[in-house]
């Protein structure tokens, strides 16, 4: 059966990457029906549109999207088309496993890391609730629901379950924000105890990121309110080879939109240089979500011996081949 599904190729290295990305589906021999749809920093500039109808229509006609990355202008100009894509389809957990995978190494050699990061994706301080009270005094404002709160540590849990997880840390702030993230701690604690058969612990986050750093082979599944997640998940990519390499997904009820974590990484952006790993990651936790588990099988393992063999990796992981050269080693290696 054939799964339509709305390619969204971004701008900066998103393209690139994302050509890959269609290249090597292709090769799985999964059909898949590409609505491409166009969202970029050079769009929304000339439409004043932060999210243009037709991308959110596409998504809600196929339910599945996979997305590579937008620019967001720095302290002024539209709002994050991200942030906003996710509001909008109600995309509330921003899931990303950080696993290790042999053939990139990194300083954590030694010890084979396998986490899942839980954060919340629809408010807390990106709320985008900003104002000048009075000149040079500004409110950022952070907003914790029980609903949001409960529905991710439920996502979070569920997952847990279901693929035999052993713990769930929930990480947290609350010796200083004791209402906003005391609210999100209760909430976790309500549906820990649903799931007694996860051990579950909580963690501060200034503690959490060094635990991290020094024994990151403790953790399991996190659980995190949205800031926190984004700048742990940052930080958790690092162990495991860096934002090229891992993948993420935001899911919510009705809609399923995979992309990867990196940026549109202006820096490289149009020389051939992107590893468009991250994407391709993505790309098997799609697979798994249109229930194609042996294609996503096939593609971990392809991407695997490509690792393992070594000669064919861009130059983020140590390689010196090009976006396209990596990718035809891994359709070679499919087709193979
Ligand atoms: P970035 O992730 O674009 O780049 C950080 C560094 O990592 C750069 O040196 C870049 O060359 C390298 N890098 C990133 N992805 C790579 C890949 N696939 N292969 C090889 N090297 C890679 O982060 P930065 O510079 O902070 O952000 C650039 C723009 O991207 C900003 O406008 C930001 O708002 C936007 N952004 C968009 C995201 C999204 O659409 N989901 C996520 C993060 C940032």
């Known amino acids: 059966m054939a799964h339509l599904v709305t390619l969204i190729p971004g701008d900066g ?43 959110v229509a596409s ?12 620019t967001t202008p720095i302290a002024g100009g539209f709002q994050s088309v991200n942030v906003a894509l ?50 040079d005094v500004i409110t950022s404002i952070k907003v914790i629901t029980r609903t949001a709160s409960t529905r991710i540590a439920r996502a979070a849990f569920r997952f847990g379950s279901r693929h035999l997880r052993k713990k769930v840390t929930a990480i947290h702030k609350a010796n200083i924000m004791k209402l906003a993230d005391g609210l999100f701690l209760r909430c976790c604690r309500e549906v820990a105890a649903d799931y007694p058969h996860l051990v579950y612990n909580e963690l ?23 800031l926190y997640g984004d700048i742990v998940s940052d930080l958790a990519a690092g162990l495991v080879g860096g934002l090229g390499v891992v993948p993420g997904a935001n899911i919510g009820d009705n809609y399923a939109v995979f992309e990867s974590v990196h940026g549109s990484a202006p820096d490289i952006a149009g020389k051939g240089l992107a590893n468009p790993t991250a994407l391709l990651r993505s790309s098997i936790m799609m697979l798994e979500h249109l229930k194609e588990m042996d294609a996503a099988k096939r593609l971990q393992q392809a991407l695997e011996t490509v690792y393992r063999e070594g000669d064919n990796l861009t130059s983020d992981v140590g390689g010196t081949a090009t ?13 193979g």
Not at 16 to 43: C, F, H, N, P, Y
Not at 109 to 118: G, Q
């Open 86 to 135: 996710r509001k909008k389809l109600d995309l509330y957990a921003n899931i990303r496993p950080i696993k290790s995978m042999p053939g990139i190494h990194t300083r954590f050699d030694d010890v084979a890391l396998d986490m899942v990061i839980f954060r919340e994706n629809t408010e807390d301080l990106y709320s985008g609730l900003e104002h000048e009270i009075v000149t």
């Open 204 to 226: 501060i986050v200034d503690n959490a990121s060094m635990q991290l750093v020094t024994r990151p082979e403790q953790f399991d599944i996190l659980l995190l309110p949205n």
């Open 59 to 70: 998504i809600e006609k196929t339910k599945v999207g996979l997305k590579g990355p937008v």
């Open 13 to 55: 290295i998103g393209p690139e990457v994302a050509l890959a990305a269609e290249k090597v589906l292709a090769a799985t021999g999964v059909d898949i029906q590409w609505e491409r749809v166009e969202l970029s920093a050079d769009r929304i500039r000339a439409t004043g549109e932060s999210l243009p109808a037709d991308v």
């Open 323 to 335: 976006t396209d050269q990596f990718t035809a080693a891994l359709v070679r290696q499919l087709k």
